[in-house]
Nanobody, 124 residues
Framework: QVQLVESGGGLVQAGGSLRLSCAASGSIFSVNDMAWYRQAPGKQRELVASITTGGSTDYADSEKGRFTISRDNAKNTVYLQMNSLNPEDTAVYYC??????????????????WGQGIEVTVSS
């Protein structure tokens, strides 16, 4: 009933920028916290940045000052602006959203959802 679709990934040279987008769609009642995670080859998935409904943000230390997370609540969309990219940022980036959605006519379910992931490759 709910989908998170990421876009904006690709190949970029070191020092370059990319902007990721993630749109939630389906029978959504409300979207709460949203976040971006990433998983590099051979490593565990890690939090990159998160944002609350009210716009409060949090970042992993290595991304502070380079990445900016934002959201458009009217569009149920979260963005990640990534600047000064380096090869260590190469990973699959995943969108996450904790949201409430309708199941049937009378039931609401609240749980986290993941996007399918999008590749970001930074060449040196």
């Amino acid at each position: 009933q709910v989908q998170l679709v990421e876009s904006g990934g690709g190949l970029v040279q070191a020092g370059g920028s990319l902007r990721l987008s993630c749109a939630a769609s389906g029978s959504i009642f409300s979207v709460n916290d949203m976040a971006w995670y990433r998983q590099a080859p051979g490593k565990q998935r890690e939090l990159v940045a998160s944002i609350t409904t009210g716009g409060s943000t949090d970042y992993a230390d290595s991304e502070k000052g380079r990445f900016t997370i934002s959201r458009d609540n009217a569009k149920n969309t979260v963005y990640l602006q990534m600047n000064s990219l380096n090869p260590e940022d190469t990973a699959v980036y995943y969108c996450y959203a904790y949201l409430t959605y309708y199941r049937g006519t009378n039931q609401r379910i609240s749980r986290g959802h993941w996007g399918q992931g999008i590749e970001v490759t930074v060449s040196s």
